[in-house]
C-alpha cells in the first residue's frame, strides 16, 4: 500500500476497482495512447529518451535508447514485459499489475508502438499465479475495447499481447533468461553478444523491459518529458517505487520522486523503526546490491548516482531494513542459500561458486570456520565476479563481499579460538598405516 | 583483413575471424577452454578463455568475440591468469580428481589445463564436494560418469547440431546440474561415440576402450577406415602390436572430425579368433617355403583361370590382380553382398572401402548369379583374394568343381573350400590405398604387426606372379604405386599422396 504524494504509477494502488478498465479509461486511462497513435514511433522514442527514463529492473539503463538499439527497418519485432520480479525484496511489480494492470498495458501498446512490435508478451512469475488471472482480465477487457488485435483505434497499427506464466526460476527474470523461457528452452541466459535488442525472441529483435519502466510510460506520454524531468534529479529522473520491508513502523511500496534523500524517506514515509529495534543496515535495492551499514545509508540520498557513489545500487528498489538484532552471518547465509539454489548452473564460476560460498558460511555458523575460510570467502568472490554470461554471479558477490567488508566483527566472532587456522591432514602422521 | 595485437605480437587475420583462433595463432597454442569447439555452436560456458581487450572494462571470452582492426589483446598478464586460474579452481572443486583410475587421464583437458596453470592446492574438504552419479551406461557405446563433468554442454549440443537426434541434455540447475539423456532416451545414434572424443574430461568414456589401456602407452597411426564406402580418415591407436581403438583424423574434404560408431569397430575383426595365421594346403598347415610347389601342383603353371578380387582390397593389390590375371578374367566379387542402409551424415550404404578401385581397375562386379556362371564358363585354378564369395550358395557350388587358391584374412567358407589357403593381411597390418566414393584416393599406413605368419598381401600376389610365370613381378609397393601412376594418369603421384587424399581431375566437393 501506498502513502505517497506522488501518483505516476501509484494512483490506483490500494483501490479495490482501479483494476477495471471502466475506472482506468475515467481517470484518463488509454488517452496517452490515443495521442501515441497519431505519433511517430521515432518521437515516441526521443520523448521517452529525453524523459530520462531508465530501466527499473535493476540495471537502470535508458529505456529509450534501449528501443534505439533495434536496428532500423526491422520486420519483425517483439516486445517484453518482465514481470518476473523475483529478487528477494523486491515487491513493486505485482502492485503495479495487480492494483492498475492497464496502467502496464497501456504502457505495452505504446512501447510496441514505438519499436513497431506487432507482438508482446507479459511474463509474470510462476508464483505470482492470481496476477496471470489480473493481467489477462486487463487484456481480454483491451481486446473488447479495441486497445488491441487488429487496426487498433483505426491507425492501422495491430498488436497481440500474451500472458505468459513463468514457472518461477529467478533467472528467468535476466531478460535472456526470460527470452529462453518463452522460447521452451531451458530457462538460462543466452551468451551476448548478440544482444537481444537486435537477435533476441526467435532470433529477432526484442525488447524486454520492466513492469514499472512500462507503466511510467503513459504519464509521460500524457504531460511530456519535461513534467516528468521536475522528478528527480539531474540524471535520476522521475519518481520510483520502493518495496520496503523490515522492522520499520510502516513497510510497504512507496512512489517517490527519485534523489529523496533516505533519511527524509526513512522517517517521514517509514516512521523509524518499530519499537525496541535500532537500524542496523539497509540493502536498498534488493538482494544483490552490497548492504549499507545504518551511517552510511543515513547520509545517501535515494537516486541512482548517490548510491552508486555509497558503493552501492539502487537496483530493484526492493529495500530490506535490518534491525540490530539481526545476526549478518545468518542473514548472508539466508541470502547464499537464494542464489546457490537459483544459479542456472551453465558458467562454471557462478555454478560452483554460488555453492561453494553457501557451504563455507553454512560451515561458520556451525562454528567449524577458521580465520582461512572468511579469507576464503573473499577469494571465491574474486573468481565469480565479473566473468560470467550474466550477472547472478556478481549479484552473489556484491552482497558477500560487502557483508563481510561491513561487518566482519561478526563472521569473526564465529571462529572458535582453538580451531587450528589452517586445515589439518585428514591422515594425520602415524594414523596412514 | 585485421591487424591486431595479441601479448605485443602484430598479426593479420581475415574479417570475421573469431578472436579465440586469432589467439591461437599468435600464442603458438589455443587459449585454455573447455566447451568451444570448432565444428559447435559457442556455448561460451566454460568462461576459460577469458582475455583482455583494452578499452573493455571487463574481461571478455575470446570465443564468443570477432577481431576487430586494432584490437590490442592480452592473453597472459596477471588479470587474465588470475581470471583463468581461479575458474580453473572452480571447475575443480567438486571434481573426484580420481585420475589414477579414470580412462582419460593422458588426453584430459582437465588434467593438462592443471598442469599449466592450477593452483595446486586444493581448498575444499573431501567431504564438502557435491556427489554426482559413477559409470552410469548411457548407450550401447558410452558409458558416463557424472562426477568428472565439467558441463561444458559440448556432447549436448553435438546431438542437437551434428547428429540432430538430441539425447543429451543438462538437468536441473546450479551445482546440481547434471548431463544425462532423458527418461527412456539412450545414447543410441550412429555417431555416439564422437561425443567421448569430445568430451574434455572423463565423463564420457568408451564402453569399447575403457580400462583397456592407458593412453600415453597407445601409439598413433594414420590410417583410413575400411567400414564403407566414405573413407573417414582415422587414427589407429595401438600398442605392443594390437589395435585398441580407432579415432577420426581431421579431414575437412571428406569426415571433417567425426566418424560412425561402425566405422570405429572394425578394428575389431583385426583381432578376431578365426584368423588365418598360416599357408595350409589340402587341409595341412605349412610354411611359406612350400607355398610355391603347392600352387604349382594345381595346374597354375600357365597362370589362373580367373580370379576374384573384392572391393575390400587395396588398388595396388588390385592392380597386381590384373598383372597376374594376364588374359584371364578378374571378377570383382560378390557386389551387392556388402550393402546396408546408409545415413545423412557419413555412412554409405556401400559398406566396402574400395569399390571405386574396382571401377577404376575396369574390374567386372555382378551378382552371386553371375559370378557362379563366370566360374563354371572358365577352366583352369581360381584365386580368390579377399572377400567370401563362397558364402553365396551358387558361388560355393560352382568353386566345388575347381582347384581353389584363397588368399585372405579370416576362416571362412571360402577358406574352407579352397585347395591352398594364403594368410593375408588386413588393413591395419599392411600399407594402401582406397578409392572413396567421392573419387578420392588415400593412403592407410601399416600400425601393427600381421597375425601369426600372415604377409602383407603385394608380396604374396608377387611371388604368385613368379609362380605363374609371369615376368615383371614388383620388387615393392613402391613400384606397383608407380606403374599404377600411368593408369590413372595427370599429375597423380601414388608416392607421395596429400595427407587429405587425392582426387584426380580436381577436386569434387
Known amino acids: ?433 | 583483413m585485421a591487424k591486431l595485437t595479441i601479448d605485443g605480437k602484430e598479426i593479420e587475420v581475415p574479417d570475421g575471424t573469431s578472436l579465440f583462433d586469432a589467439c591461437g595463432k599468435a600464442r603458438g597454442e589455443a587459449l585454455p577452454h573447455f566447451c568451444y569447439h570448432p565444428d559447435l555452436s559457442i556455448a561460451g560456458v566454460c568462461r576459460l578463455c577469458q582475455v583482455e581487450v583494452e578499452g573493455m572494462p571487463k574481461l571478455t571470452i575470446a570465443c564468443n568475440t570477432t577481431v576487430r582492426d586494432g584490437m590490442v589483446v592480452h592473453t597472459r598478464n596477471e588479470r587474465v591468469t588470475k581470471a583463468s586460474t581461479q575458474i580453473l579452481e572452480m571447475h575443480l572443486i567438486n571434481h573426484p580428481v580420481d585420475c589414477p583410475i579414470c580412462d582419460q587421464a593422458g588426453e584430459c583437458g582437465l588434467q593438462n589445463q592443471y598442469m599449466s596453470h592450477g593452483l595446486y592446492e586444493s581448498k575444499v574438504e573431501m567431504e564438502a564436494k557435491v556427489n554426482k552419479g559413477k559409470a552410469e551406461v548411457i548407450g550401447p557405446y558410452v558409458i558416463l560418469d557424472q562426477e568428472r563433468c565439467v558441463l561444458c554442454s559440448r556432447c549436448v549440443r553435438f546431438c542437437l547440431e551434428v547428429t540432430g537426434t538430441g539425447e543429451m541434455g543438462i538437468f536441473n540447475r546450479g551445482d546440481r546440474a547434471e548431463i544425462g539423456t532423458a527418461p527412456g532416451v539412450e545414447l543410441d545414434n550412429n555417431y555416439s561415440m564422437n561425443t567421448v572424443d569430445i568430451c574434455p574430461v572423463g565423463a564420457l568414456t568408451s564402453r569399447d576402450f575403457r580400462f583397456q589401456k592407458r593412453v600415453w602407452m597407445l601409439k598413433a597411426a594414420s590410417s583410413v577406415c575400411p567400414g564403407c564406402a566414405t573413407g573417414c580418415n582415422v587414427r589407429i591407436d595401438h600398442a605392443a602390436g594390437r589395435v585398441y581403438r580407432l579415432k577420426p583424423r581431421y579431414n575437412p574434404e571428406v569426415n571433417g572430425r567425426w566418424m560412425c560408431d561402425m566405422g570405429r569397430m572394425t578394428y575389431k575383426a583385426v583381432l578376431e579368433e578365426n584368423r588365418l595365421g598360416d599357408p595350409v594346403s589340402a587341409g595341412q598347415t605349412g610354411n611359406w617355403a612350400g607355398v610355391s610347389g603347392a600352387v604349382a601342383d594345381l595346374g597354375t603353371k600357365d597362370g589362373f583361370g580367373l580370379i576374384i578380387g573384392s572391393p575390400h582390397q587395396s588398388l595396388e593389390e588390385m592392380q597386381l590382380l590384373k598383372l597376374l590375371a594376364g588374359d584371364s578374367p578378374v571378377h570383382g566379387g560378390l557386389a551387392g553382398a556388402d550393402r546396408s542402409e546408409k545415413d545423412a551424415l557419413l555412412l554409405d550404404a556401400d559398406r566396402t572401402p574400395n569399390r571405386k578401385g574396382l571401377t577404376l581397375m575396369g574390374i567386372d562386379q555382378g551378382d552371386g548369379a553371375a559370378l557362379a556362371a563366370t566360374i563354371k564358363g572358365v577352366s583352369g585354378p581360381v584365386l580368390i583374394h579377399g572377400g567370401d564369395p563362397a558364402a553365396d550358395l551358387a558361388v560355393a557350388e560352382s568353386l566345388g568343381a575347381k582347384s581353389v587358391v584363397y588368399l585372405g584374412t579370416h576362416n571362412n567358407a571360402t577358406a574352407a573350400l579352397a585347395a591352398v589357403v594364403l594368410p593375408g593381411a588386413m588393413w591395419a597390418e599392411k600399407a594402401g590405398i582406397f578409392i572413396n566414393r567421392d573419387g578420392r584416393l588415400q593412403e592407410f599406413k601399416q600400425s601393427v604387426a600381421r597375425h601369426g605368419n600372415a604377409r602383407e598381401d603385394w608380396r604374396i600376389l608377387a611371388e604368385l606372379m613368379k609362380v605363374t610365370g609371369k615376368e615383371s613381378a614388383p620388387g615393392s609397393l613402391k613400384a606397383v604405386r608407380t606403374e599404377l601412376n600411368a593408369v590413372i594418369g595427370g599429375d597423380a603421384d601414388l608416392n607421395k599422396l596429400p595427407e587429405r587424399g587425392f582426387v584426380p581431375g580436381g577436386e569434387v566437393r
Open chain 1, 1 to 433: 500500500m501506498t502513502r505517497s504524494n506522488y501518483n505516476i504509477l501509484s494512483a490506483r494502488f490500494g483501490r479495490p476497482d482501479g483494476h477495471l478498465l471502466s475506472v482506468y479509461e475515467a481517470e484518463g486511462g488509454y488517452k496517452a495512447l490515443r495521442m501515441a497513435l497519431t505519433m511517430q514511433p521515432a518521437e515516441i522514442r526521443d520523448v521517452v529518451k529525453e524523459a530520462g527514463l531508465r530501466g527499473r529492473g535493476g540495471a537502470g539503463f535508458p529505456t529509450g535508447v534501449k528501443w534505439g538499439f533495434v536496428p532500423e527497418g526491422s520486420e519483425e519485432v517483439y516486445f517484453f514485459v518482465n514481470a518476473d520480479e523475483s529478487e528477494p525484496g523486491t515487491f513493486k511489480d505485482r502492485f503495479c499489475l495487480d492494483y492498475d494492470p492497464h496502467q502496464t498495458l497501456e504502457g505495452t501498446i505504446i512501447s510496441c508502438f514505438a519499436v513497431q512490435a506487432k507482438l508482446a508478451f507479459i511474463y509474470i512469475r510462476g508464483e505470482f499465479g492470481w496476477l496471470v488471472d489480473r493481467c489477462q482480465a486487463a487484456v481480454d477487457e483491451a481486446y473488447a475495447a479495441g486497445y488491441l488485435g487488429k487496426n487498433i483505434l483505426g491507425s492501422g497499427f495491430d498488436l497481440d499481447v500474451i500472458v505468459h506464466k513463468g514457472a518461477g526460476a529467478y533467472i528467468c527474470g535476466e531478460e535472456t533468461g526470460l527470452i529462453n523461457s518463452v522460447e521452451g528452452l531451458k530457462g538460462q541466459p543466452k551468451i551476448k553478444p548478440p544482444f537481444p535488442a537486435v537477435s533476441g525472441f526467435l532470433d529477432k529483435p526484442t525488447i524486454v523491459n520492466n513492469v514499472e519502466s512500462v507503466a511510467s510510460i503513459p504519464w509521460i506520454i500524457n504531460n511530456g518529458s519535461e513534467a516528468y524531468k521536475k522528478f528527480g534529479t539531474e540524471k535520476s529522473c522521475g519518481t520510483k517505487l520502493w518495496s520496503v520491508s523490515g522492522p520499520v513502523k510502516k513497510p510497504g511500496v512507496y512512489e517517490v520522486p527519485l534523489g529523496m534523500p533516505f533519511k527524509e524517506f526513512f522517517h517521514d514515509y517509514l516512521e523509524g523503526m518499530v519499537e525496541g529495534e535500532e537500524l542496523k543496515a539497509v540493502i536498498v535495492g534488493g538482494s544483490s546490491v552490497p548492504v549499507l551499514p545504518a551511517d552510511e545509508i543515513m547520509s545517501c540520498n535515494l537516486d541512482y548516482e548517490s548510491l552508486m557513489n555509497a558503493g552501492t545500487m539502487l537496483g530493484s528498489g526492493g529495500m530490506i531494513v535490518i534491525p540490530e538484532s539481526s545476526d549478518m552471518v545468518e542473514l548472508i547465509q539466508v541470502l547464499m542459500h537464494f542464489y546457490f539454489d537459483e544459479s542456472c548452473g551453465q558458467c562454471t564460476p557462478c555454478r560452483e561458486g554460488t555453492g561453494w560460498l553457501h557451504k563455507i558460511v553454512k560451515k561458520l555458523r556451525r562454528g567449524e570456520g577458521t580465520a582461512a575460510d572468511i579469507d576464503l570467502l573473499g577469494h571465491v568472490c574474486d573468481g565469480m565476479a565479473g566473468l560470467t554470461i550474466c550477472p547472478l554471479s556478481d549479484a552473489a558477490v556484491m552482497p558477500m563481499r560487502s557483508f563481510i567488508d561491513k561487518f566482519r566483527p561478526e563472521f569473526e566472532a564465529l571462529i572458535q579460538e582453538t580451531a587450528p587456522a589452517e586445515p589439518v591432514s585428514r591422515w594425520p602422521r602415524g594414523e596412514q598405516e
